[in-house]
């Protein structure tokens, strides 16, 4: 029988609140094996922008996003499919089986904006609730470095939202709902080793980073394995494997993660041009469409 890697009374605070972090689920020697290779591979994914802030969209104030990181950079692959990141978001799920939606860094550079309140289910065409992202802060996240705050019990709301954090829409949209109003967010600095993990219809967003240095994180979304898509929205994740509304989602680019043995690393779909994925993050492409 495996061994659980997540403490029964985190589950239960994770259903309950829909975020919890857990603490050592990565050693040092990982994370400094890990931390200068996705940092590497953000510096390779993106320009180096000269601009001051103000001149940049609210979007490209916030962070530095750089989806998909696992296909095109072997190295990093071991650290999205790590068996203890996986096997902790099926528990947390409470499900027998998660698969990849994506990875993605999200890197706060020094002096960069905070990032907007929004739930990620709202990105996502996946019909079930049943998603969970690793939120993994390289180096710790401290609140003025840009730490992630949430509202507790916000996936348990009703709420099921589309915000526009690219285009930094209102706050309020989502904030100022009935089923929100009078839910505090909670601040959470997350030290080196540990994860943070959020429910999909988590409300959730971070303080702008006021330090000198970037914040270096790297994410994993998954969802439990048999879920669905749900509407025609586009996203890279479904439509590059020909996934219809109602199919389950499975395909090359959305593998199991766990279980799996840890040396059982998948191969990536067939190549995606770099100028796709990174319009992709900056919410160019077609966004949601009601079906």
Known sequence: ??????????????????FVVVD??????ELDHFEPLVTAAVATRTAPD????????????????????????????????????????????GVHAVRLWHDQ???????????????DQGYWPIAEADTVTAWIPLRGSSLASGAMGYLPGSHRSGVRRF???????????????PELARIEPVWVEVPRGGVAFHH???????????????????????????CTRGTTMWHLSVDRDGI?????????????????????????PPPIAHEILRIAGTGTLPRPQAT
């Not at 940049?56 to 990093?76: G, K, M, T, V």
């Open 24 to 29: 050592g689920l990565l050693d040092e020697a």
């Open 244 to 268: 219809e509304v109602g199919a389950p989602i499975r395909g090359a680019c959305t593998p199991i993660v766990w279980p799996r043995e840890p040396a059982d690393l998948p191969a990536p």
């Open 200 to 226: 999909g219809l988590t409300v959730h967003m971070a303080k702008p980073n006021t330090t000198g240095s970037d914040r270096a994180v790297h994410t994993v979304i998954y969802f439990a394995d048999g």
């Open 50 to 93: 000269t601009r001051p802030f103000a001149e940049r969209s609210p979007y490209e104030q916030s962070f530095a996003q750089c989806i998909n990181l696992w296909e095109d950079f072997p190295e990093i692959r071991p650290l999205t499919f790590h068996p203890r990141l996986g096997q902790a978001a099926a528990e947390l799920l």
């Open 1 to 18: 029988m495996t061994e659980r890697v997540v403490a029964p009374e985190l589950v239960e605070r994770f259903r309950r609140d829909g």
């Open 105 to 119: 860094a999200l890197y706060k550079a020094a002096g960069a904006r905070g990032t907007d309140p929004h739930q």
């Open 163 to 177: 915000q526009n954090i690219f285009q930094a829409e209102d706050p309020a949209a989502i904030l100022g709902l």
